[in-house]
T-cell receptor
Framework: NAGVTQTPKFQVLKTGQSMTLQCAQD?????MSWYRQDPGMGLRLIHY???????DQGEVPNGYNVSRSTTEDFPLRLLSAAPSQTSVYFC????????????????FGEGSWLTVV | KNQVEQSPQSLIILEGKNCTLQ??????????LRWYKQDTGRGPVSLTI?????NTKSNGRYTATLDADTKQSSLHITASQLSDSASYIC????????????FGKGTRLSVIA
């Protein structure tokens, strides 16, 4: 059972380049999201999706695009990389958006380390 | 403002000892509170999830408590092991809004022999 799979693990970009971080889950979860984790800060939500064809912005969406053409995949695109986007990126999935009162488990990928020079 | 504050920021303990990590939150409307363990270079892994009506939840040597009245939670680790060295993140879920999860900055625990 693969869970949430992210690629690549590590990437170095030059300022202005574009790239896509891939995320796939095999648990048939409707809700997927992307976070960034910076030193001294909690995880911050970039974009999320509540199902195929539906995406929305989170807390820090500027400079990123997402799409959700299938339930399994949720890629994150950096349009024109900037040094401020140097961070660790985590993809997550869960059965529902907030977990609700039943507290659905949220599964995270292993992370993608991105450096923009 | 919805916030999750964790303390201490970092902690060093001897193998075999117990420790308690704290989490205070000002998140509303409250849905549930989660504790995650994040090993260095890895993604967060769920330890416990507690809803409003639950006061305590255990997962092996990890026991989480929740006081919804004072908006405080703690994570107690019993008989620590070297493998417990990690960051422990408190996450509070809201019932509304575009950012339903509010993350704490984590407590960095180091267990030494």
């Amino acid at each position: 059972n693969a869970g949430v799979t992210q690629t690549p693990k590590f990437q170095v970009l030059k300022t202005g380049q574009s790239m896509t971080l891939q995320c796939a889950q095999d648990m048939n979860h409707e809700y997927m999201s992307w976070y960034r984790q910076d030193p001294g800060m909690g995880l911050r939500l970039i974009h999320y999706s509540v199902g195929a064809g539906i995406t929305d912005q989170g807390e820090v969406p500027n400079g990123y695009n997402v799409s959700r053409s299938t339930t399994e995949d949720f890629p994150l695109r950096l349009l024109s990389a900037a040094p401020s986007q140097t961070s660790v990126y985590f993809c997550a999935s869960s059965y529902s958006r907030t977990g609700g009162s039943s507290g659905n488990t949220i599964y995270f990928g292993e992370g993608s380390w991105l450096t923009v020079v | 403002k919805n916030q999750v504050e964790q303390s201490p920021q970092s902690l060093i303990i001897l193998e075999g000892k117990n420790c308690t990590l704290q989490c205070n939150y000002t998140v509303s409307p409250f849905s549930n509170l989660r504790w995650y363990k994040q090993d260095t270079g890895r993604g967060p892994v769920s330890l416990t999830i507690m809803t409003f009506s639950e006061n305590t939840k255990s997962n092996g040597r990890y026991t989480a408590t929740l006081d919804a009245d004072t908006k405080q939670s703690s994570l107690h680790i019993t008989a620590s092991q070297l493998s417990d060295s990690a960051s422990y993140i408190c996450v509070v879920s809201r019932n509304s809004g575009n950012t339903p999860l509010v993350f704490g900055k984590g407590t960095r625990l180091s267990v030494i022999a």
